[in-house]
Structures are given as structure tokens and as C-alpha cells.
């Protein structure tokens, strides 16, 4: 066995000091940057490094020779021979003894960059699993709140049971996972491990001066949790506050007034009805197998203005819900006309009316808010595509709203201020009923139908009744509620879709027969815009005759009025003539025929004065036309330019982008394109929509004067008639086809009634006044 002396020879050392380099945790080799490094490190951080200096100052402290090498001193002194033997001197004894220094430091060192590696693998080893621990604790507690909001107070408490199991095992793991390996420290508290923010090296202890205890930690590792409960379970009750007050709202609504927040697409009111006529009532008071039905008040939208109290009573089949069952009728709108309960003097005294459009039959140019949300994959062009795409249940949410909104009691106080007598009011065929296949709301705007007009008997306005979309469509246009095909009259169903059509009108004759409406319902409309060129005339014909005899043997004695249906107003002198009561509607317009949209602004107003007076009067003479004649719809407006007027998406003749090619078309036919500008100029460069759809504060002073003069020409036209129908009273944008924003730009008389033109003066040359002809 070898000797300490040999194991410890000064040759053994020297070998060893050759073979001897730094290696990592893994047996790999360190760069000497390391130690660069580490040096500067140690420089940089003393409070990291001050154990180092002070087990430096302890080995100086034991003596150099004895504390580093370990030998005796027979050993020193054979060492000390050795030396001599080889030529050494006394310093070879210091020096050996310096670089056996060194080489002790650097094991040591070694050690310690071994340790710092490892301590920073776990670090970060703890921090991603600090990060996982965090995201299932917020999934949980997430899930525990809804459990809690949804089972109440019992729910709160299982989620805290929960959450606090949750924190108790997180604890143990977060004990059990601590490590004590060399000079690593402990974790602590999680915190300083936000995967919100990089790891800090100098962040690891719990407190800023490292003083704290584990009891003082643990203390406050209880209070933080405790608090966090707190603050869970505070929200938990929100959360549960936020569920059940809506609902207690809408309950104690059936004993007292109250309203909340809502909106309908498509309208400026953005408030839900207060519904304060249900205070004092609960929904037990309906018959349980008609609660949440038609019959249920507390199941409507909106009860302003409804008698609430429940009845199955129905005339005619159709429900008389939500009328109150006393009427005045001593209003009258204006003193140019009388009372409700006195005659008006039809054919001698001018109707001055205005439609309620895109109320409760829609029309995208009127209300394009309800459209404007779809793309042209979906197709949503009429009513019947936008219920299809909504689906029944929120169908009837989104229209009754807009039923709600759009038209208010003001619209009719406003109607009356304006200087108007009558109001025409259209309506769809789904308002009583609907039929197989049907998409439509089915009997909702009824009650809607009916509140309008007690709105227009409480401002004195008498009504026309205008049935605007048929079983099957009667025109093929998206207003008539489905675009495309017309099957009413025509194809397969067409003879079922007129029928459905009399057996509808039978049911509201009969309705409106009451004492209530015969001083009120003066008028009532067979059927709007029937497309006779493409129909079958006789047979229309035939329906019309129909139609009127069911509506008398119902004793309805008011006016009926029926469509001239584009055939012009020259054809219908010795049709239907027979029948007393019976007024013919047409519907004026110059901007669908190119031949008229090309006139001049002077020339436009000519055509009024000239072209239409002198169909007016033709008509009215029963020599060379039917007789009694009407203008149900006209409009102020020189161009088709208004979005979605001609179809959704599609152009305007205007500017000749009217491509109908690509679509259903208009009527269902698609030969109506027009590709070329047909303003005066029929410069493409020229004709711009850009002026038309802008806003009336941009229009020209000249051309404000022109629209007014356009607007009065054609009432003094039609007034040499039965009188007319404004279209319409209000719209969303399309400022030119409203009467309110006409009349608030100046464009519109203040008072239907006041005018200042009439056809017997003479008419400026607009375009020498600066108004360009192509606008």
C-alpha cells in the first residue's frame, strides 16, 4: 500500500494541475467566460459573494501551511528536502501552496456554478409550474362563480368550499415542492413568479430585507388568502345580484310600474317601454294555457297605450286585445276639415295624406338598418328572406321592437301639426294570419295596426287602410314582403293565394264594421300595386269584383279603393264602374320611367302641372275614365338614387348602374336593367348619385327652391282629383322620400295646406339660375 507521501507527491500534483479543467453539471466543457463572468458577478454583487470573502478571511485566520495542505511536519520538512533535490528554493513551497489555493476555489467555485445552474433550472421549473397552478385555479373559480350565481347562496358556499380545498392543496404542493440543495433558497411566495413579469434574480426572498420568519410569512400567506375568498365570494354575489335583478324587474312589473334598458334595429329610441300599465296586475291573472302567448300581456314588448286586461273575445276571428272599450271621435286634425264624428265631403274636399311606410310591411330603402347587416351570400332582400334568416323567435323580438320605435303616438301628434287629414297606413297579410311554410311574424303587428289607429282618432286623422303584401305577392317587389316570383293570381298557388286574399279581407270587414271604426276606418285598400302587366288583367278584374262584394256583404260602407296596377289611368274608363264607393289609386312617380327621369328640372315640373293634371282630370270623367281617382303615393324625389329604392345592393338608373342580370330582378322579371346614365346630360361623368343622397344642409339654395316648387306643383295637380298620399313620413336616411326631414330642410310645406306654387304660375328657368341639370 502506498504511502500519504507518495499519494501526495509533488509529481502526483503537477499531474494532476495538467489534466484539471472546468466542467458543467452535465460533464460538458466551460468556457472560461464563465468565470469572466462569474468574476464580474462577484464584483457587482456583494451581498451574494460576502460568504465567500468571509470563509477566505477564516482560512487566513488558521495558518496556511497546517489548514491547506494537511501535512505534518516531519512531512513539511521531507517536502522541503524534495525541493532542494530538485532544484526548488524556499518559494516553491508558498507557491505550490497558493495554486493548491486555487485550485481548491476553483473545485469550489465549480460547485457553486453547478449549483447556481441547477437553481435556476428549478426555478424555473416552478415558475411554469406556478403559471399551470394558476390558470386551473382561475378556470376553477371561474366555473365555481357560475355554479354559485346559478344555485344561489348555496351555490356561493359550495364554490368557497371549493376554492378553499383548492388553496389548501395548492398550500401542501406548494410545501411539499420546496428544495434545500446547497445555497438554493426556498420559493417563497408565488408572486414574485408572475408569468406577468420576467424572472428577477434579486426578487427571492419574502420580504425586501429577507427578515421575516415562517410564521410571520405564514400569516400573512393566510390573510392574502383570506382576503382573496373574500374577494371571490364578493364577486360570486354580483354576479348573482346581476342575474336575479333583471328578473326581479320584469316580476315586480306585474305589480308595479318599470322598465329597462333595450332598442330596436332600425330605430333612434333606444329605450325599452316603461309598460306601466301592468302595475297593480300578475301573469296569474291570465289563463295559464295563454300565458307567454299573443293574449298575454306581460309577454309583449310594449304595452303603452294597450288595455292589458285579458279577454279571448274576437270579432270577425280576429282578437279585439288591447282596445279600450270607450273612443272619442270630436277631434279633427285642422279647421280646414271636420270633425271625426261629421262627414267628410270626399270628391269635393282634397284628401291631404301621408303614408306610414316601412312600419309594419318593411321596405329596405325606408328602414335599411334592418338589411344593412347581411352580405350577399345570405340574401336578406325582404321580409320574408329576414325572418327566414332570423328565425322565428328572434324575428319576433327584432320587429316588434322596430314596431315599437319606429311609430309613436308623436309620429301621429306631428303628422296632425304638419297640416295633414288622413294618414294611409300599409300592412301585410301576416298581421292577421300566416300559412304553411310562412316565415313571417304571425298576428303581432295587428295589435300594432290597431293602436295606430287610435293614435290617428286621438289627433283626428282619418284612415286608409292599404293591404300591401298579398298571399303569393302580388307584384313580385320586396315591399309586397317577398321578392321574385308573383303568386298571386299566377302559377300553381296563384288561384289559393286569392282566395287566402278575400277570406283575409272578409275577416277585417267584419272587424272594422264596428261602431268604433265607422267614423274613422273612412277607406280601405284591396290590394297595393297589383302588377296587371304581368298578370292576367281579366282575371284581376274578376278578383277585384270579388273582393268588393264580400267587403259590402260584410257591410263595410266606407270608401274601397283599388289599383290602377301600371296599366295607366286612360285604360280603366267602363271597368268596375258599377259599384258605388269604389275610388282608383294610382301612383305617381318620374324617376322609374327613363322616358320622364331625363326631363330638365323645368321640364319636371311642367310634366306635374301639364301631364298629370290632364290625367287627372280625364280620369275623373267618367266619359273618358273610371271616375272618383286618387295619387295614393308620390314623392318629391328626381332621381332613383336612394340605397336599396330599386332592390338591396343593387344600382340606380340614374347613373346606370342598374343591373338587374345578376338577380331576382325587380317584379321577378330581368329585362328592367339599365346600364347607361339616364340623367338630362346622360354623361356618365356627370351623373352622380353623390348630391341626391347627401345630406339636405348640402343642397344648393337653387335647388332647394326647385324641390319645394316640384313638391306643390304635384299636390295642386293631384288636388284636382280626390287629392293624395305623401310617401312617406319618415325614413332613415333617404332624405328625399321623407316628409319630415323635406319639411325641417325647407324643401316641403310647413303646413300641407299653405303652399306657395301652384300650376297657374309661370316656372323659372332653373338652369339659368345656376342649378345644374344634372342635379
Keep these: 500500500m502506498p504511502s500519504r507521501d507518495d499519494r501526495d507527491s509533488p509529481a502526483r500534483r503537477q499531474r494532476r494541475r495538467r489534466t484539471h479543467q472546468r466542467v458543467d453539471s452535465n460533464s460538458d466543457l466551460l468556457p472560461d467566460r464563465r468565470r469572466e463572468r462569474r468574476r464580474d458577478d462577484d464584483a457587482t454583487s456583494p451581498t451574494r459573494n460576502e460568504p465567500r470573502r468571509q470563509r477566505r478571511r477564516e482560512s487566513s485566520s488558521k495558518g496556511t501551511a497546517s489548514d491547506s495542505t494537511g501535512l505534518s511536519s516531519g512531512q513539511l520538512a521531507k517536502l522541503d528536502q524534495l525541493n532542494r533535490k530538485l532544484g526548488g528554493d524556499d ?379 298579398a298571399p303569393g305577392s302580388q307584384n313580385g317587389w320586396n315591399h309586397s314582403g317577398r321578392q321574385g316570383p308573383i303568386n298571386w293570381l299566377n302559377g300553381t298557388d296563384g288561384d289559393t293565394n286569392g282566395q287566402r286574399t278575400i277570406d283575409i279581407h272578409t275577416q277585417l270587414a267584419t272587424f272594422f264594421t264596428q261602431p268604433r271604426y265607422k267614423k274613422i276606418i273612412t277607406m280601405y285598400g284591396l290590394v297595393n300595386e297589383p302588377r296587371m302587366t304581368a298578370l292576367p288583367a281579366q282575371k284581376v278584374l274578376s278578383w277585384s269584383q270579388t273582393a268588393i262584394t264580400s267587403l259590402r256583404q260584410a257591410n263595410f260602407t266606407g270608401i274601397i279603393i283599388f289599383g290602377d296596377g301600371f296599366m295607366g289611368l286612360d285604360k280603366w274608363q267602363g271597368q268596375l264602374q258599377n259599384n258605388q264607393n269604389l275610388l282608383l289609386d294610382v301612383h305617381q312617380y318620374v324617376i322609374f320611367n327613363v322616358d320622364q327621369l331625363v326631363l330638365n328640372h323645368h321640364d319636371k315640373i311642367n310634366f306635374a302641372c301639364g301631364g298629370w293634371t290632364q290625367q287627372t282630370l280625364r280620369s275623373q270623367n267618367t266619359a273618358t275614365g273610371f271616375g272618383p281617382t286618387l295619387c295614393g303615393e308620390w314623392s318629391q324625389a328626381d332621381t332613383d338614387c336612394a340605397p336599396n329604392l330599386n332592390n338591396v345592393g343593387v344600382g340606380s338608373r340614374w347613373e346606370g348602374t342598374l343591373n338587374l342580370a345578376s338577380s331576382t330582378g325587380v317584379g321577378g322579371s330581368k329585362d328592367g336593367s339599365v346600364l347607361s346614365p339616364t340623367c338630362p346630360s346622360q354623361n356618365r361623368q356627370q351623373c352622380s348619385c353623390d348630391q341626391a343622397n347627401a345630406d339636405p344642409g348640402s343642397w344648393s339654395a337653387e335647388y332647394k327652391q326647385w324641390l319645394l316648387m316640384f313638391a306643390e306643383a304635384q299636390m295642386h295637380s293631384f288636388e284636382q282629383g280626390w287629392g293624395w298620399f305623401y310617401w312617406t313620413w319618415q325614413t332613415e336616411s333617404a332624405a328625399q322620400w321623407s316628409y319630415k326631414s323635406g319639411m325641417a330642410a325647407g324643401v316641403l310645406p310647413k303646413l300641407a295646406y299653405e303652399r306657395i306654387f301652384d300650376c297657374s304660375q309661370n316656372i323659372p328657368d332653373f338652369a339659368s339660375l345656376g342649378l345644374s341639370e344634372d342635379y
Design 91 to 469: 518559494n516553491i513551497y508558498a507557491t505550490r501552496t497558493r495554486q493548491d489555493h486555487r485550485e481548491r476555489r476553483t473545485d469550489r467555485e465549480d460547485g457553486e456554478e453547478r449549483e447556481r445552474v441547477a437553481r435556476e433550472a428549478d426555478r424555473e421549473r416552478r415558475r411554469q409550474e406556478h403559471k399551470e397552478r394558476k390558470r386551473r385555479r382561475q378556470k376553477e373559480e371561474a366555473a365555481a362563480a357560475g355554479a354559485a350565481a346559478a344555485a344561489g347562496g348555496a351555490g356561493i358556499a359550495a364554490a368557497e368550499s371549493k376554492h378553499r380545498r383548492q388553496e389548501e392543496s395548492g398550500g401542501q404542493r406548494r410545501r411539499s415542492g420546496r428544495i434545500v440543495s446547497g445555497q438554493t433558497l426556498e420559493r417563497g411566495n408565488e408572486r414574485y413568479y408572475s408569468d406577468k413579469e420576467p424572472y428577477r434574480d434579486d426578487v427571492r426572498r419574502r420580504d425586501g430585507d429577507g427578515s421575516s420568519n415562517d410564521s410571520d410569512f405564514e400569516e400573512r400567506e393566510r390573510k392574502r388568502k383570506k382576503r382573496k375568498k373574500i374577494f371571490i365570494g364578493v364577486g360570486a354575489v354580483l354576479l348573482l345580484l346581476a342575474i336575479i335583478i333583471p328578473v326581479a324587474v320584469v316580476l315586480s312589473s306585474k305589480g308595479s310600474s318599470g322598465g329597462t334598458s333595450g332598442g330596436a334595429p332600425g330605430s333612434s329610441n333606444a329605450t325599452k317601454p316603461t309598460n306601466g300599465n301592468l302595475a297593480g296586475m300578475s301573469q296569474s291573472d291570465i289563463p295559464q294555457s295563454a300565458q307567454g302567448g299573443l293574449l298575454d300581456p306581460f309577454a309583449w314588448y310594449d304595452t303603452n297605450d294597450f288595455n292589458v286586461t285579458y279577454t279571448t273575445a274576437q270579432i270577425g276571428g280576429l282578437s279585439i286585445m288591447g282596445l279600450n272599450d270607450t273612443w272619442d271621435d270630436t277631434t279633427r286634425a285642422n279647421d280646414k276639415v271636420p270633425a271625426l264624428k261629421d262627414t267628410f265631403a270626399y270628391g269635393t274636399m282634397p284628401i291631404r295624406g301621408v303614408n306610414i311606410g316601412g312600419w309594419l310591411s318593411l321596405e329596405p330603402f325606408i328602414t335599411p338598418s334592418l338589411f344593412s347587416g347581411y352580405s350577399t351570400h345570405d340574401n336578406v332582400v325582404d321580409e320574408y328572406t329576414l325572418t327566414s334568416k332570423l328565425g322565428s323567435a328572434k324575428a319576433k323580438s327584432v320587429l316588434e321592437q322596430h314596431y315599437s320605435s319606429f311609430v309613436s303616438e308623436q309620429t301621429f301628434a306631428d303628422i296632425q301639426a304638419a297640416g295633414f287629414d288622413h294618414v294611409r297606413i300599409p300592412y301585410s297579410y301576416w298581421a292577421v294570419k300566416t300559412y304553411d311554410g310562412d316565415p313571417y311574424v304571425s298576428q303581432v303587428a295587428w295589435r300594432y295596426l290597431l293602436r295606430g289607429i287610435e293614435w290617428a282618432r286621438k289627433h283626428g286623422l282619418r284612415v286608409n287602410l292599404d293591404l300591401h303584401g
